[in-house]
């Protein structure tokens, strides 16, 4: 390893950290400088909690089937599954 890295480095690595996307030798660098840094180690958990929230909240939300308004390429190209949209009599 080398010198140990600054918050604009750490911040810049930290998306990737937390997605568990980075190399080891990278991943212990940014982890180094949390464990230092108050201020990054703030942010980082700030931003997890904020990852974990939307994924929850992603799960929840089903998103209207092909042919509806606000379609998406991702649904055309099945990356995405949809179910019908509830009908007014279910809405309530």
Known sequence: MGEAIDCR????RLTDYLKLELTVELAVEVHEHLVRCRSCF????????LVQLLEARARKVTP?????PGITPLHKRGLLSCQPAPTSATRR
């Open 9 to 12: 480095e750490a911040k810049e």
């Open 42 to 49: 703030g942010r980082a958990k700030f931003e997890d909690t």
């Open 64 to 68: 209207p089937c092909p042919g509806a």
